[in-house]
C-alpha cells in the first residue's frame, strides 16, 4: 500500500521522480525539420526577414497560440525560433548578446532523505529530521 503522507510518503515520491521512466524516441528529422535546421543554421538567421517570413514566423504563431508541435524540435531550434521572435517584438534587443549556454548543470547534491526521528537535539519532539550527505542531522552541530 502507498504511504499518504510523512516521510515515507516523501521517499516514495521522491524514488518515483528519480527513476528514469522510458527512454525517449529518437525519430528520424522529417524533411521540413531538416530544412529548418538549415535555414536556421545560416548566418544571423534570428534576423533575416527572409527566415522569418518564410518558416518562423508560422512556427512562432502556432507557439505563441498555445499549440503543438506536430513533431518535436531539438531545443536549439527552439531558442533559435523564440530569439528570433523577441527581436521581431523587441523583447530581446538587437545586437544584444547571450551569455555562452551552461549545459553542463554543477554536481548538486540530491534531495535530503527524510529519516523519521522522535527527537531532535533541542529535545523538542518532530515527525521528521533531515539528514545531510555526511549523515549528520541538519541543524545539529557535528559530533
Known amino acids: ?21 522510458v527512454p525517449p524516441r529518437t525519430p528520424e528529422p522529417s524533411s521540413s525539420r531538416r530544412k529548418l535546421e538549415q535555414v536556421l543554421s545560416t548566418p544571423d538567421a534570428v534576423s533575416s526577414d527572409d527566415v522569418w517570413f518564410g518558416s518562423v514566423e508560422k512556427i512562432w504563431k502556432g507557439l505563441g497560440a498555445g499549440g503543438r ?7 536549439s531550434l527552439v531558442i533559435k525560433i523564440v530569439h528570433s521572435a523577441w527581436l521581431r517584438d ?3 534587443p538587437q545586437g544584444a548578446v547571450a551569455p555562452e549556454p551552461d549545459d553542463e548543470l ?9 529519516h523519521p526521528a522522535s527527537a531532535t537535539s533541542s529535545g523538542i519532539s518532530t515527525p521528521w529530521t533531515l539528514v545531510d550527505d555526511d549523515a549528520r542531522t541538519i541543524g545539529q552541530p557535528p559530533n
Not at 504511504?3 to 524514488?15: C, K, Q
Not at 508541435?69 to 531545443?75: D, E, G, Q
Not at 554543477?106 to 527524510?114: E, H, L, R, W
Open 69 to 75: 508541435l506536430k513533431r518535436r524540435l531539438p531545443m
Open 90 to 92: 523587441q523583447t530581446w
Open 1 to 21: 500500500m502507498q504511504p499518504v503522507d510523512g516521510p515515507d510518503f516523501y521517499n516514495a515520491r521522491r524514488a518515483r521522480w528519480l527513476t528514469p521512466t
Open 106 to 114: 554543477p554536481d548538486v547534491p540530491p534531495a535530503p532523505i527524510i
